[in-house]
């Protein structure tokens, strides 16, 4: 998996007086004394949250009684809790695991059945973990956070709780045998850490073991062996970092031929030097470019995704690629497995005992291959799927030859295909077993991929979703939606709750590929970092200015929405183009990006923003950065921020502020603030029903 999508935007708060205990001390800022929110940034403080519950009480008045939102909130209700969804799910050891919400189980149930049940219509599931249940029994508001079991039988996991949603979470040794908590079993505190089995008996720990041993960002660099019925304390270190590094993560993969144990030191967020680890032979560290994805081993080949050239001995290996590595060998030998075209990028990279398997986007559509090596190189087959979205590997089986693909396009629901490969055999058909139902009525829509024109001369593709013969006349409601940043591709999804209400009221949506992604590889997402990330606001703009321009909206029709990122994204842009937009929803945003390197995680971010107090990259983000450039003396377009207090990736002092900043301008926004949530903003389906009908109603209200 990339490596951000467990860092997913990494952000925190201050806190010399902050209660909450996701918070670290700040690092002085020589500005600080200029900002009069900086309150704000106390996360749990009386004054700051009579603040969020003034906001939210007005938001919440405003937007519920619209006489709109009973039937967006019907519909919104009827979809997400909708019983007849389709329950994706892990394989492991011939069953399917699944993790289920519904509104009678608000935090959700852990569950499994066996394959063969699962691909019937209405499996029967045998319930592993109720959630809601544990909540009352131990009086917690534990949220699932996913779990970590031992190959080759899974009956042993290590459960991820998390209090409210946060990233920082509790980790407990569970029995699926027996469904309970192991007694004395492997217990973690309260902590972003990261944990891996060696054997039944042992797992590897990265967390926060005391002083100095976290990084400026708040991620362990120390990682220890750690034996059952060891004290924490004197688990035994076999690894460190250093304190100016991201993080670290570790993983434990058993495979056909050996049980590998990897460490991945991150020195920043897109470097990382990668170590194998056993009991026996010690630290080897892959003679792999630091500036690479490490995928994992497969039939002792390390495989890696290059983010710059590599040039081993007299070989070329060209940026984009996925490589492989025999372990032991010297790098000269790698060889390329897949090179991507300049509009193409890989996605994902997975294997079972015998196969590789890849996704990849190719101008923005999914395409799939399955790959073998012969001893004569790698051999690529591709599948036969549909070619106007995106194919996803929703799960493998690394000692088996099952896997699960899912296709998806923004009108054609979710579908799951089982491959399954004979011995001996180099072909597989997939074959569907599931797709979720239709939630909205396509007959009358299309899709389209179009073109904008960006300041520089560069195009940028974006789809656009609307009813046939729309015409083009500007005046047509229209939501544009962005991230562009960390490498993440912005792909085609099912627009489930979207399409039924929005696009049938005859309302317009568009998605823009614009450089800081990873649609079309590195090259496309470095073009837009550092002092160069104006480049992803420019391009969002040229987005904007083309849908105008071509008729499809106006700016008093035309609205825009992103988060985390994407927050930052839509901030930046309705600062400097106000007269583009009427609505603006900014989720979860990071907006002081003079201060983001000061709230915790941030300075794990350095290597996509720069460092604001460097003075040679300060005066690029110091242009952009959308609370220092709000003005009291200009017309922006009504702005509806959402975040969570209990969110420890993006400091919700970042929305706090820059609505606080507003409302002294006299400019208008609304503002909501979830209690509970976490990064994601909704810790439960009930929660999310509430976030996306207000967000909904808001954009009723400004652009119809």
């Not at 060209?318 to 075209?341: H, M, N, R, W, Y």
């Not at 696009?503 to 800081?516: D, P």
Request: some cysteine; proline content about 6%.
């Amino acid at each position: 998996m990339k490596f951000y999508s467990a860092l997913f935007l990494l952000f925190v708060a201050l806190t010399t007086s902050l209660k909450s205990a996701m918070a670290n001390p700040a690092k002085p800022d020589q500005h600080q004394d200029e900002d009069p929110y900086l309150w704000l940034e106390e996360i749990d403080s009386s004054s700051a949250m009579t603040w969020v519950k003034n906001q939210n009480q007005d938001s919440l008045g405003a937007l519920q009684s619209d006489p709109r939102y009973p039937l967006i909130e019907k519909q919104m209700r009827e979809i997400i809790l909708a019983h007849d969804r389709t329950p994706f799910g892990s394989y492991r050891a011939g069953y399917v695991y699944n993790f289920w919400q519904d509104e009678e189980h608000v935090r959700g149930l852990w569950r499994r059945t066996l394959l063969n049940e699962y691909k019937k219509a209405s499996p029967q599931w045998e319930i592993l973990l109720d959630l809601d249940a544990l909540n009352v029994r131990e009086g917690k508001n534990w949220v699932y956070k996913g779990t970590n079991c031992l190959a080759p039988t899974y009956e042993r996991c290590l459960l991820s709780l998390s209090p409210g949603g946060k990233d920082a979470a509790v980790i407990r040794e569970f029995n699926i045998t027996t469904k309970e908590f192991v007694v004395d079993g492997f217990q973690v505190p309260e902590a972003k850490s990261e944990v891996a089995w060696v054997d039944e008996d042992t797992i590897l720990i990265g967390t926060h073991f005391g002083p100095d041993t976290v990084t400026q960002s708040g991620y362990p660099f120390v990682v220890k062996s750690w034996k059952r019925g060891q004290p924490l304390s004197e688990a035994q270190e076999i690894f460190r970092g250093a304190r100016e590094d991201v993080g670290l993560s570790v993983s434990s993969d058993l495979t056909s031929e050996k049980h590998w144990v990897t460490i991945s030191r991150n020195l920043s967020f897109f470097e990382s030097e990668i170590w194998l680890w056993s009991s026996s032979d010690g630290l080897q560290k892959l003679p792999l470019p630091t500036r690479a994805e490490f995928n994992g081993i497969f039939q002792g080949r390390a495989l890696a995704i290059l983010r710059e050239d590599w040039n081993p001995g007299t070989r070329h290996l060209p940026k984009g690629a996925l490589i492989s590595l025999a372990i032991g060998q010297d790098p000269s030998t790698a060889e390329i497995v897949f090179e991507p075209t300049k509009k193409m990028s890989i996605q994902s990279v997975s294997w079972t005992h015998d196969a590789l398997y890849l996704t990849i986007l190719d101008n923005v559509r999914g395409k799939a291959f399955r790959g073998t090596h012969a001893g004569l190189g790698w051999q690529l087959t591709p599948f036969s799927f549909p070619n106007q979205g995106v194919i996803g590997i929703q799960s493998v089986d690394p000692l088996g030859d099952q896997v699960f693909f899912t296709y998806q396009d923004f009108i054609t629901p979710t579908t799951l295909y089982s491959v399954n490969v004979e011995a001996g055999k180099s072909t597989a058909f997939p074959q569907v077993i599931k797709q979720e139902p239709r939630r909205f009525d396509p007959s009358d829509l299309e899709i389209a991929q179009k073109e904008a024109t960006s300041k520089d001369g560069t195009k940028i593709p974006y789809f656009i979703i609307r009813k046939n013969g729309t015409e083009l006349d500007g005046s047509h409601p229209t939501l544009l939606y962005g991230y562009g940043g960390f490498e993440i591709s912005q792909t085609p999804f099912y627009l489930s709750t979207w399409g039924k209400v929005w696009l049938e009221k005859g309302g317009v949506v568009a998605i823009a590929n614009i450089r800081g992604g990873g649609e079309f590889g590195p090259a496309w997402h470095q073009a837009a970092t550092k002092e160069n990330h104006q480049t992803t606001f420019d391009d969002f703009i040229a987005s904007a200015e083309d849908l105008i321009k071509t008729g499809i909206t106006s700016p008093k029709h035309l609205g825009i929405m992103g988060g985390s990122n994407g927050g930052l994204l839509v901030g930046a842009t309705y600062v400097q183009r106000p007269d583009l937009f009427k609505a603006v929803v900014c989720q979860v945003p990071l907006l002081d990006m003079l201060r983001y390197h000061h709230l915790l995680a941030g300075a794990s971010w350095m290597d996509e923003y720069g460092n604001p107090d460097d003075p040679a990259m300060r005066p690029y983000i110091e242009k952009y950065s959308p609370y220092q450039n709000l003005k009291k003396d200009q017309h922006y377009p009504t702005v509806f921020f959402t975040t969570s207090t209990r969110d420890d990736r993006v400091h919700p002092g970042h929305a706090r502020k820059m609505a606080a900043k507003m409302e002294a301008y006299g400019h208008p926004f609304k503002y909501f603030e979830n209690i509970n949530g976490g990064h994601g903003g909704a810790a439960d389906l009930e929660e999310k029903i509430l976030v996306n009908s207000m967000t909904f109603t808001f954009l009723f209200q400004q652009l119809f």
